[in-house]
């Protein structure tokens, strides 16, 4: 019987343990996705206490909460930091099989050095040990950052962004590159017309831009891309339910626009077609930078109508999504490539029976020149578990080449998320070692196998966003 949480952990197999100790652990993080504040590695925040790093925000933690019948103001109301943290370790025993449970164990041993199980016995000794080592300069966030080997780190940043805090943490000399993302998503949200429309007045505020018409609002659209180039950004990123490739024609768009200006009642095909041009747009955009333009889709949120008054959004209320995606996908990518517009593409699907779709789509746009540059991204949200993992990496490897995969990323707004890496890692290692020990791969090609897995890890995307 293995011990928890050991050097060893997930690993079991010998190979795997070579492939993992000798290959994947040295590699730093390059963290080419997440939702961490820049504005906390700008001022290099002090954390108060671990509900603060730990709790806040983590709609992970709050949804098995509620779940083991936890009242909501431990999770998102006013109970004190030690009484939302108690309530998190009485939920942590009711996790078992839940990735809550290693990734709640795992990030208490890297971050600070804790071997035990967090439960009701343990959870004031625990708490009390973590907020003094947050107070040390070695736990704030840029100390964290150096902790894990963080050498890239690529946030999520709306078009109208000042990007303020890029340029300070980068005119402060931090080794670590912290690059903005560009997500452009409030742009095309043309069905929330009270939203869409105090939107376009902000983007025409920041970009000097009189939005009257809808070239206008591509040309504001373009200023602020240049802007984020010149700061650092090499990708964008976009939230999307489904794909649009809706079939349109430009004056069709300027019209739906004015009207949608005007106030006027939007039809749903206006809706689809507006969507579909600023996917189009948007390709073209990043094309034209060398750009990675990033998809992460699938996503029903906000399904609870109740709790999205009484907590907004982005707190524990969303799920997997049932979308017809294939169709409108192919055409998407098509009308790109066909042009000759298609950029380096990374596609996350959320519902994982999309899972051969997707392996199987982007080997229809490889153009024969960038080693996969049409992506099958990593399972993210409610797959970035052992099992989305491994159903993600089998599916690739079968329908197209594991090797030339960019690996894993936090998609995270904590601090203590980097684990997330390390937990990839040994998950990948421990596929292709058990390959290895089953006669399905040479042992005689090791040292070849050890070196797809620093690709994964850490080479393939260097090279690919060009670090």
Known sequence: MKNFMDEDFLLSTETARILYHNHAAKMPIIDYHCHLNPALIANDHKFRSMTEIWLEGDHYKWRAMRTNGINERFCTGEATDWEKFEKWADTVPNTFRNPLYPWTHLELKTAFGIDKILKPSTAREIYDECNNKLSLPEFSAKGLMRKYNVEVVCTTDDPIDSLEHHIKIRNSGFETKVLPTWRPDKAMAIDTPDIFLNYINTLGEVSNTDISKFSA???????????????????????????????????????????????????????????????????????????????????????????????????????????????????????????????????????????????????????????????????????????????????????????????????????????????????????????????????????????????????????????
């Open 217 to 467: 609002l591509v040309d504001a659209l373009k200023k602020r891309h240049d802007f984020f180039s010149l700061q650092g950004c090499r990708l964008s990123d976009h939230g999307l339910e489904e794909f649009y490739a809706t079939d349109y024609t430009d004056r069709e768009i300027e019209l739906i626009f004015d009207k949608a200006l005007s106030s006027k009642q939007l039809s749903t095909e206006d809706i689809l077609k507006f969507k579909s041009a600023m996917l189009v747009i948007f390709g073209e955009m990043d094309h034209e930078k060398g750009w990675t333009q990033q998809f992460h889709y699938g996503t029903i949120r906000n399904n609870n109508s109740k709790m999205m008054k009484l907590v907004g959004p982005d707190t524990g209320f969303d799920s997997i999504g049932e979308f017809a995606t294939a169709k409108s996908l192919s055409r998407f990518l098509d009308s790109l490539n066909s042009r000759d517009k298609l950029t380096k593409t990374i596609l996350y699907n959320l519902n994982p029976s999309a899972n051969e779709m997707i392996a199987t789509m982007i080997g229809n746009f490889q153009d024969g020149v960038t080693p996969g540059k049409i992506q099958f991204g990593s399972g993210w949200w409610f797959l970035d578990q052992k099992d989305g993992m491994t159903k993600q990496i089998n599916s690739l490897s079968v329908l197209g080449l594991l090797s030339r995969f960019v690996g894993m990323l936090t998609d995270s707004r904590s601090f203590l998320s980097y684990p997330r890496h390390e937990y990839f890692r040994r998950t990948l290692c421990n596929l292709i070692g058990q390959d290895v020990e089953n006669g399905e791969l040479p042992y005689s090609e090791i040292d070849q196998i050890g070196k797809m897995i620093e690709n994964i890890s850490y080479y393939n995307a260097k090279n690919y966003f060009n670090f």
